[in-house]
């Protein structure tokens, strides 16, 4: 196997870890194995987002900044407070709002309070797209899970808040 050809398709077998773990007793196999098995549905998950934005004619970037103006058609909003929630840098957003402002789906405007500040608003057409789109968007999302009793579903959501708990203990030098 070519180094490039790893991904996280290609994960270790419990056999391998467990050959690790001679090695490294400190490896808790089971734990490694369910992190790269969640690692890879997270990729496979984020790639058919892409593809499907991609459908859409948009990236999950600019679908992420439509979905935020969205969200609060009477509040003005700068593109820096569009960069904080997004968790962007300044650049990024100044780049998403550029092609959607060219594809007519948000526009730039002065802020009715602080002539200095500009504030970005949805047109008519972006608000028409993101109609048109999202109860779709919204039943292939759901389709992610569709194999889950209701049951299932609960401990799922605790389970991934357990896990993202865990990423403090991750981050921990």
């Not at 734990?31 to 997270?42: C, K, P, Q, R």
């Not at 998950?45 to 979905?67: C, D, P, R, W």
């Not at 309070?113 to 968007?137: A, Y």
Request: charged fraction near 25%.
């Amino acid at each position: 196997m070519l180094l490039n050809d790893f991904n996280l398709k290609n994960l270790p077998s419990s056999k391998t870890l467990m050959t690790y773990s001679e090695k490294f007793p400190e490896v808790d196999v089971e734990g490694v194995l369910m992190t790269l098995e969640f690692l890879s549905t997270a990729k496979e998950v984020n790639s058919a987002y892409g593809k499907y934005f991609l459908e859409q004619g948009l990236s999950e970037g600019k679908f992420t900044l439509l979905m935020l103006l969205y969200r609060c058609p009477e509040h003005p909003v700068t593109p820096s407070e569009l960069a904080q929630s997004a968790n962007v840098t300044k650049a990024t957003i100044t780049g998403l709002i550029d092609g959607l402002s060219k594809d007519g789906l948000v526009k730039r405007s002065i802020h009715p309070d602080d002539r200095r500040k500009q504030v970005v608003l949805l047109t008519t057409h972006g608000i028409d797209v993101l109609e048109k789109m999202l109860p779709n968007h919204y039943r292939k999302t759901a389709k992610l899970v569709n194999r889950l009793s209701t049951e299932e579903r609960s401990v799922f959501l605790q389970l991934l808040s357990k896990v993202r708990e865990g990423i403090s203990d991750f981050n921990e030098k």
